[in-house]
């Protein structure tokens, strides 16, 4: 064989394995074109209750505070909520930020004597139950964090004015007359404790189903409920005072704020001298 019969083969064969090359190469992307791309079941996931923004100590959280969240299961901690409806109507514990998750040991029930409420005082602060003795808390017009104004009428001794004295005969004898005046402003109810009769008066026993397992109480209906406390965040000074005035049988009525309402009313306690002074009261001899 000569030698450019060699260098003709040589080339013959470098073609043919080029395009066995080419051929082998485009069957195996068409296979793997052909071939269906697996999919992966999507991870299991669990629903979570977050709020929706930041949230302050002491808030009652509503509806438009939470909103549920699928998460990967295993992320949530023991306790995180899982239904709005356990949140909604409850008061936090801790300051709350936006998308963090509603822990149930972080929140308590507002219209319960609970030591939770204790969360929500200031360290210069104390807590006084007050009962509902006014109009304005019997007709459950009063509620948590309404802004009120502590109004009292009380019999008070006064001693004779000095010019008495000094035209008097005999001394005379304390005088008793009675005040009515702002006693405190701008009082924030922290909370209220509410008495739930059973409709018709009658206490009835829980009810059960049929496996014998106890049904959960439905929520009362207002006409149910009867608000016959009101907790207050007081300075202890003031709530020495509040005792006081309620020790000595002064008439408390309550009255209600605008809740952006922060000014500080000048007012002059009210007396029978007041009244014959503004109206004009005095006969003229």
Not at 101 to 120: E, K, S, Y
Not at 142 to 171: F, M, N, Y
Not at 234 to 248: F, G, R
């Amino acid at each position: 064989m000569s030698r450019r019969t060699g260098i003709i083969l040589a080339l013959v064969g470098i073609a043919l394995a080029l395009i066995g090359g080419i051929f082998v190469g485009s069957l195996f992307r068409r296979s793997l074109s052909a071939a269906p791309t697996p999919t992966l079941p999507p991870p299991p996931t669990e629903l979570v209750v977050v709020v929706t923004h930041d949230i302050p100590l002491g808030s009652v959280l509503s509806d438009v505070d939470l909103k549920e969240l699928e998460v990967p299961l295993g992320i949530a901690p023991r306790g995180a909520l899982t239904q709005i409806s356990e949140a909604v109507g409850r008061m936090t514990k801790v300051d709350m930020v936006g998308g963090e998750m509603v822990m149930g040991q972080h929140l308590a029930d507002p219209t319960n004597i609970h030591r939770d409420l204790a969360f929500v005082l200031e360290e210069d602060e104390i807590l006084m139950a007050f009962p509902v003795v006014d109009l304005m808390g019997q007709l459950e017009m009063l509620g948590r964090g309404d802004k009120v104004d502590i109004l009292i009428t009380i019999e008070q001794e006064v001693q004779p004015a000095p010019e008495e004295l000094t035209l008097s005969v005999e001394t005379p004898e304390p005088e008793s007359k009675t005040f009515t005046l702002d006693a405190m402003q701008r009082v924030i109810i922290t909370a209220t404790v509410v008495e739930i009769s059973a409709q018709g008066g009658n206490q009835q026993a829980p009810a059960v189903n049929q496996e014998g397992t106890p049904v959960p109480t439905p929520t009362p209906s207002p006409q149910e409920k009867n608000t016959v406390a009101l907790l207050l965040a007081l300075d202890p000074q003031d709530a020495l005072v509040l005792k006081h005035l309620k020790d000595t049988n002064a008439i408390f009525d309550f009255v209600l704020r605008n809740p952006v309402s922060n000014q500080l009313f000048e007012l002059e306690p009210v007396t029978s001298d007041y009244i014959i002074d503004r109206y004009g009261l005095e006969l003229e001899e």
